[in-house]
């Protein structure tokens, strides 16, 4: 297990992109019933996006979005034999209000991680939830990559709702944790939804529970098999995902390996705007669009367009691009 932590520092002109960030997030998804909010999907797209980079590049991004002299932690496993290969970060605000948790992605170069997504389980791969009542049926390897970090993930978040600093847990910040935030792309998104799901259907986890403000995931794949129990209700409410559409990642994994479904909100990329969809993106029919979806990525542009999937879509930068307002300067300040 590797901890890392890092205290970010304040940022220059053209900087920070938003002024009020830790306000708005403060603010944010307290009414019932939950809308998308524009600048926590940014945020959260952007975090997702360089977390898989350095706990030095994430924290530079964070400040230029607006958490000046926040703390970040950076929580990870890697159990090659074992398909594992989990990292979390966590974002505190220097109030200590606001706090981030954003799961990595698969990596591209790591064929550990491609194993894992592919290792969707048996039928014994299951999440108790309601305290032990109802199960469902989970994808084995990316809740084998939840587990790998949950309770050091847990023993950060404790220390947050406590009013601890996460940079010196000897420290303490001005306010207990008020609003958690959870997100992640492609795999990323998959753990950010198993963490909620655990987190909103067992009481031992209530102090968390109440604390979540939202789950905005980019690209996610399906984590939960069909049908859906009764106790995935408690965190579908908070679940945004955001789908590009003819991206694949989000149709996998392929109904070939079993009956998998989305749960929450889902919201598609469509003529330049972010619309809630009517029914959630469907499983690949055949594992044969998966080579298919990568070919595509070296097809003349004019060809690809016709490609029912294209991998280059599903690209954290691609996410990034189409979840900035227009108005606003990109995370590199042009």
């Known amino acids: 297990m590797i901890i890392e932590r890092t205290i970010g520092g304040t940022c220059e002109h053209p900087f920070p992109l938003y002024p009020q960030l830790v306000e708005t997030l403060a603010a944010a998804h307290l009414t019932v019933p939950v809308e998308r909010n524009g600048t926590v999907a940014h945020v959260l797209g952007t975090c997702a996006g360089y977390a898989y980079a350095d706990t030095n590049t994430v924290t530079t991004m964070m400040v230029r979005v607006g958490f000046e002299r926040h703390a970040c932690v950076r929580i990870s496993q890697t159990v090659d034999a074992m398909f594992i290969f989990s990292t979390a970060y966590l974002v505190q605000s220097r109030c200590g209000r606001v706090v981030i948790l954003c799961y990595r992605?698969?990596?591209?170069?790591?064929?550990?991680?491609w194993l894992g997504d592919a290792e969707v389980g048996s039928e014994s791969s299951t999440l108790s939830l309601s305290d032990g009542g109802e199960k469902v049926r989970v994808h084995a390897g990316f809740h084998r990559n939840v587990r790998a970090t949950w309770w050091e993930v847990l023993r950060e978040?404790?220390?947050?709702?406590?009013?601890?600093?996460?940079?010196?847990?000897?420290?303490?910040?001005?306010?207990?944790?008020?609003?958690?935030?959870?997100?992640?792309?492609?795999?990323?998104?998959?753990?950010?939804?198993?963490?909620?799901?655990?987190?909103?259907?067992?009481?031992?986890?209530r102090s968390l529970a109440d604390r979540l403000r939202a789950v905005y995931t980019f690209g996610q794949p399906m984590a939960v098999a069909a049908p859906?129990?009764?106790?995935?209700?408690?965190?579908?409410?908070?679940?945004?995902?955001?789908?590009?559409?003819?991206?694949?990642?989000?149709?996998?994994?392929?109904?070939q390996w079993g009956p998998f479904v989305h749960f929450g909100q889902e919201f598609r990329y469509v003529n330049g705007?972010?619309?809630?969809?009517?029914?959630?993106?469907?499983?690949?029919?055949s594992v044969k669009e998966i080579p298919r979806s990568l070919l595509a990525f070296f097809a003349p542009e004019k060809r690809r367009a016709s490609w029912p999937y294209t991998v280059d879509l599903h690209a954290p930068h691609r996410y990034?691009?189409?979840?900035?307002?227009n108005h606003l300067l990109t995370e590199f300040g042009d």
């Open 320 to 325: 990034i691009a189409a979840l900035r307002p």
């Open 228 to 255: 859906l129990p009764q106790a995935t209700h408690a965190a579908e409410w908070k679940m945004f995902r955001h789908v590009i559409p003819r991206d694949p990642i989000p149709a996998l994994p392929p109904a």
């Open 157 to 205: 978040l404790t220390f947050a709702v406590q009013g601890r600093s996460l940079a010196d847990h000897a420290e303490r910040v001005e306010h207990p944790l008020e609003a958690l935030y959870v997100t992640g792309h492609s795999l990323g998104g998959a753990m950010a939804a198993l963490f909620a799901l655990t987190v909103s259907a067992n009481s031992v986890h």
């Open 105 to 113: 992605g698969t990596e591209t170069g790591n064929l550990v991680n």
């Open 273 to 285: 705007e972010w619309q809630r969809a009517e029914s959630p993106v469907a499983q690949l029919a």
